[in-house]
């Protein structure tokens, strides 16, 4: 074979290379009803409960800074029981001032994102001080596990924002915001995120932020680049580290998603309705705090609400409770009209049948409550104590296979083939039709995990499960990563920072 022969024949081979489905999980739209769990008029009744909560028994407001914004707001403070009382008209005037629809920044344009009624984005499992994997076990979470989870939010489309995915305690807390937002930076360009851990790391991160994409401080003030979680404290209190939060991110324009934390029967009234009014109540007064210090900050109102094993008070999730209190969290979203975050999570100990169950039934509660944010939608094991690299997987394929349902679906005359029904005789089949010969590469979704062989086949290959499965993946994706193109001379420019801010002291968390 002569090398002008070879030649040809590569060329022709990779002529010939099959078409590949072409998908955009990037910018996804809910397309499922959304579905009510309570009537309009008892929606009603939730919030007039929640303001009167506000108004009569007040909430307790641990940071004197918050307290003064509420003052000068209008509120009642009690300053020797740290309580507020907030009037009607605050957070009427709140609501109206909060926008609807929040245009937010990442490191690359396509990666933007509109957080507004209506939109759908997803995030991994969060906040987690442990990492699992089936080749290295259950650990306390290191740096390497978080920018490898960093890493594989990158590569999966349908993750659209980083969360704080987990905690990596081989790095001290005064130098932990560092190596989060180097792995932010550095790995992904998208959505980051920012602890609210006290005003000198909030700000250090935001200088971070602010200079890694060429930013003026006018410009990084001008719209939202990062974001933040604010959980309150419930049952009725704001502590220190998440009001300063709130204030911090409102004077800088960026993006406060508040989340009450309400575990029915626990920190929240055993039922739905009562656990959901405490939770819009905390959540109503942290909202308010972010307009009394800018009108207009960003802001998004937000619900983490399930209920407890009542045998042993451990946190459940997947629950038809937690459903629940995502469908009526979406009636009250949409009540106030602020775009939201709802969640998803387990509680089982594995990657198993029932981590599976939960958490898929959560998204789906997320889904038909018409959630804009979802968190904790792939890799959450123990309530939040561990995230696993297995699962992380195998919920990606979930969420893909939602996002596939997101897609507009074709009826053109193309789609319903009139050819190939005339083609076919009856009794024939349409492996050969024209219209699937034509089609038959890029129809259908491809599956992440999913093994459709059958059972001999699968046999034949190793009787490999899903579990197993996913380790082979996320190793693949790992070891064939290449981060999206940065500028060495900035990437230079903020390994010099934390250098130097490190051997300054770095910044320890307030509390």
Same mark, same amino acid.
């Given at each position: ?10 060329r022709? !081979? ?22 009510a ?33 509420f ?23 709140a609501l109206a001032?909060?926008?609807k ?13 509109t957080?507004e009624?209506g939109n759908?984005?997803? +995030?991994p499992g969060?906040?987690?001080p ?13 740096i390497?596990?978080y ?5 594989l939010?990158?590569?999966f489309?349908v993750?659209?924002?980083v969360?704080?995915?987990? =905690?990596?305690q081989?790095?001290?807390t005064h130098?932990r915001?560092?190596?989060t937002?180097e792995? +932010? ?5 998208k959505?980051?995120?920012v602890f609210?851990r ?12 602010r ?19 604010i959980?309150?404290?419930?049952p009725?209190?704001l502590?220190?580290? %998440?009001?300063q939060? #709130?204030?911090?991110?409102?004077r ?11 575990? @029915?029967?626990a %920190?929240a ?6 656990? @959901? ?18 009108p !207009? ?12 094993? %009542? ?5 459940a999730?997947g629950?038809?409770e937690?459903?629940?209190?995502? #469908?009526? $969290?979406? +009636?009250l979203?949409? #009540?106030?009209?602020?775009?939201w975050r709802? $969640?998803? !999570?387990s ?24 959630a ?10 123990e ?7 297995e699962k ?10 939602? $996002?596939?349902m997101?897609?507009e679906? +074709? ?8 050819? $190939? ?5 009856? !009794?024939?089949?349409?492996?050969a039709?024209?219209?699937?010969? =034509?089609?038959?590469?890029?129809e ?5 995990v ?11 290959r190793? =009787? ?19 981060p999206p193109? @940065?500028?060495?001379d900035?990437?230079?420019?903020l ?7 490190s051997a ?8």
């Amino acid at each position: 074979m002569t090398r002008g022969t070879r030649r040809r024949r590569g060329r022709e !081979g990779a002529a010939a290379a099959p078409p590949k489905r072409k998908t955009d999980y990037r910018h996804l739209k809910n397309p499922f009803p959304q579905m009510a769990v309570f009537s309009e008029d008892r929606i009603y009744a939730i919030h007039e409960a929640a303001l009167d909560v506000l108004e009569r028994l007040g909430v307790k407001v641990l940071l004197p800074e918050a307290r003064a914004q509420f003052k000068a707001g209008g509120a009642t403070v009690d300053e020797t029981e740290e309580m507020v009382f907030l009037g009607r008209e605050m957070i009427e005037a709140a609501l109206a001032t909060a926008p609807k629809s929040i245009p937010v920044k990442a490191g690359h344009p396509d990666r933007d994102l509109t957080l507004e009624l209506g939109n759908l984005i997803f +995030q991994p499992g969060a906040g987690a001080p442990h990492a699992t994997d089936l080749v290295r076990g259950r650990r306390p979470g290191t740096i390497q596990d978080y920018r490898e989870l960093t890493i594989l939010t990158q590569v999966f489309d349908v993750l659209h924002m980083v969360p704080p995915l987990i =905690e990596p305690q081989d790095a001290p807390t005064h130098l932990r915001h560092y190596t989060t937002m180097e792995a +932010q930076l550095t790995l992904t360009d998208k959505l980051p995120f920012v602890f609210s851990r006290g005003s000198p790391q909030v700000a250090q991160s935001f200088e971070m932020l602010r200079d890694f994409r060429g930013l003026s401080d006018a410009d990084f003030h001008a719209a939202p680049h990062c974001y933040t979680i604010i959980n309150t404290n419930s049952p009725r209190t704001l502590d220190i580290p %998440m009001a300063q939060g #709130l204030i911090d991110f409102a004077r800088a324009g960026q993006v406060s998603i508040v989340t009450p934390f309400t575990l @029915m029967g626990a %920190m929240a009234p055993i039922t739905v309705a009562g656990a @959901m009014t405490l939770s819009h109540a905390e959540a109503l007064a942290a909202i308010t705090l972010t307009q009394l210090v800018k009108p !207009g900050a960003p802001v998004c109102y937000g619900t983490f609400t399930s209920n407890v094993d %009542m045998k042993s008070g451990a946190p459940a999730f997947g629950t038809p409770e937690h459903v629940k209190a995502s #469908l009526a $969290a979406g +009636q009250l979203a949409r #009540l106030v009209g602020l775009p939201w975050r709802c $969640a998803s !999570g387990s509680a089982a100990n594995i990657n198993d049948a029932q981590a599976a169950n939960e958490t898929q039934f959560g998204i789906w509660g997320c889904l038909l409550a018409g959630a804009t944010v979802v968190i904790h939608s792939a890799g959450w094991l123990e309530g939040g104590l561990t995230v696993s690299y297995e699962k992380l997987i195998t919920d990606l394929e979930v969420l893909q296979m939602v $996002a596939e349902m997101c897609a507009e679906t +074709q009826a053109g005359e193309a789609e319903i083939g009139l050819d $190939a029904l005339a083609e076919v005789q009856p !009794g024939g089949h349409f492996f050969a039709a024209g219209q699937t010969m =034509e089609r038959y590469q890029t129809e259908f979704y491809e599956p992440l995990v999913a093994d459709w062989s059958n059972f001999g086949t699968w046999t034949e290959r190793g =009787e490999i499960d899903a579990n197993h499965r996913a380790t082979g993946i996320w190793q693949e994706k790992l070891a064939r990563f290449t981060p999206p193109p @940065m500028d060495p001379d900035r990437v230079a420019a903020l390994n010099e920072y934390i250098r130097i801010q490190s051997a300054a002291g770095g910044a320890p968390p307030e509390s």
